[in-house]
């Protein structure tokens, strides 16, 4: 996500920003700016400096200036429009240079927008959804620029964390949110404004939070807070903040990875968001570069990948071949790379990555494009060498992942995904209208339903923790679709706790697996009320009566029965049976969180692990 920051009062505002600006870096970036007014008489001059890259690089350029000012709007990008460049660097500004934007969000119409401004005369210098704001800002503006704000947001759809200066109000910042969040900051020296309060505490702990569809005016000596839809003064008291930075730059949470598990309802909203009508279901995937006559030709599907995100393409399998009626392999990269490829322009391959920089993926769909495939990537990270080079890319908006142990890109990308089947089975004509809107608007409730998971969770799933928390061995069993969640539950466990866990196909079990349970045994099985739910049922009985120790993830309303397996029974609302695994992973990871956490293990940086595999 993008790090905003602002000031304006008595201090040199250039130091203040840039120190803002360094307290957001963990939140990842990939290119920096600062925009400052030079006091002059009645007007202003506003200067701009961006930079491709670390803080660092902006820094060399602003040890050349000499810039006095004590105002100034400060930004730090995660692309999400337009690649990595300073060009694509915030603050934005209009055809001036008078009024200047940072913003975090993304602008949904950013487009049509664009398109009518250009009409209008407008000239654009960069390949971002922000831009459009400094125009639209000076198309409204009328000698004030709360107002200006105020109407040019009311044409914009999507999300927006805003700083606004104009030459013409010296001193003055503007700021608005929705959707995504902005903190003001009221300092002794003057007022702040930044997208998370790590960016205050070195010169305030006394903070105003802006709700949605909120506005406020900084200046040196205040902050007015109005509503966005009608400017009407709205009250507003400051909290005291009482984080060190440290809790401040995981919002107070002891670990990024529980921070991120607590994020998924925004990131898989955000991964939604202007790709579904949220009334119809319809599906809207211009990126994935497909049209009918491409997707008629498609004769088989490869899902590409490595570790969590293979994860991720099992369970998209299930999806694609029951809606799409498309063969698909889900391939291990290392594995895939040097194998003798049945690959041809009939096949479309989908390399599915967080980080867009996986050695063994990239080098999976290398070979893929060789034979002449379609590539469509699955990619957190805009700019990526894997966005770079595929064919069309469908971007998960998860923001940046920093536990290791992946969480919410994961679930991120199952939301791409079932968007790329739905997408993929309209153009082929496989899915019916009605069940597509069906599929979709069931989609639309999941950041809801993940919200209502998540409430409590960690409470439920402590005296689990406390439980098995020093197990040697784990095993996970499911069943169809959830047969990967349960490979995946394993994986969370194994990477962060180092306890050793394998997922099973519940109907695996007595294949083998069985003679490991004794009740020494954890076994946690996955018991949705889907259409395997007996089946599976059966399996865990198969357990019980070997004295393992059950833990049952099932549906909400079905406690009793699952109670008879067994003393542990979580439960998750009922949901589609395709969208049960976006619902149930949640409890795997909580679990494997809070035993590694009591284990004293590194939770966020497990050893002998990376972020990101870029080497063979
Ligand atoms: C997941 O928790 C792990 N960190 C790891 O398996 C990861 O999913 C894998 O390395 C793939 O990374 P990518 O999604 O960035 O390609």
Known sequence: MCGIVGYTGRRRAVPVIIEGLRRLEYRGYDSAGIACALERAEECEIVRHRARGKLARLEEILEEQEIRSSCGLGHTRWATHGAPSEDNAHPHCDCSGGIVVVHNGI???????????????????????????????????DNDLAAAVRAALARVEGSFALGVMWRGAPGLLVAARRHSPLVLGVGES?????????????????????????????????????????????????????????????????????????????????????RIDPETGAVSLPEAGLDQESAATV???????????????????????????????????????????????????VPISQSGETADTLAGMRRAMDLGARVVAICNVVGSTMTREAHGTVYTHAGPEIGVASTKAFTSQLAALFLLTLHLGRLRGTIELAESHRLGRALTRIPLLMEEVLDGLGDRITPLAEEFGQARDFIYLGRGINFPVALEGALKLKEISYIHAEGYPAGELKHGPIALVDREMPVLALLPRDSVYEKTFSNAEEVRARKGRLIVVGTRGDEEPLAALGRHVITVPAVTEDLYPLLLSLPLQMLAYQIANLRGCDVDQPRNLAKSVTVE
């Open 190 to 274: 003057g007022r702040h404004l930044a997208s998370d309060i790590p960016a205050l505490l070195p010169y305030t702990r006394e903070v105003m939070f802006l709700n949605d569809d909120e506005m406020a005016v900084l200046t040196p000596e205040g902050i007015e807070v109005a509503s966005l839809a009608d400017g009407r003064p709205l009250a507003r008291r400051t909290t005291t903040v009482e984080w060190n930075a440290a809790m401040a730059e995981k919002a107070g949470y002891k670990h990024f990875m529980l921070k991120e598990i607590f994020e998924q309802p925004e990131a898989v909203s955000n991964t939604i968001r202007g």
């Open 107 to 141: 602008i949904e119409n950013h487009r049509s927008l664009k398109e009518e401004l250009a009409a209008a005369g407008h000239r654009f210098t960069s390949g971002t959804d922000t831009e459009v704001l400094a125009h639209l800002i000076e198309a409204e503006l």
């Open 299 to 349: 004769g088989r599907i490869v899902l590409l990948a490595c570790g969590t995100s293979w994860h991720a393409g099992l369970i998209a399998r299930y999806w694609i071949e029951k809606w799409c009626r498309i063969p698909v392999e889900v391939d291990i990269a290392s594995e895939f790379r040097y194998r003798s490829l049945l690959v041809d322009s009939s096949t479309l391959v």
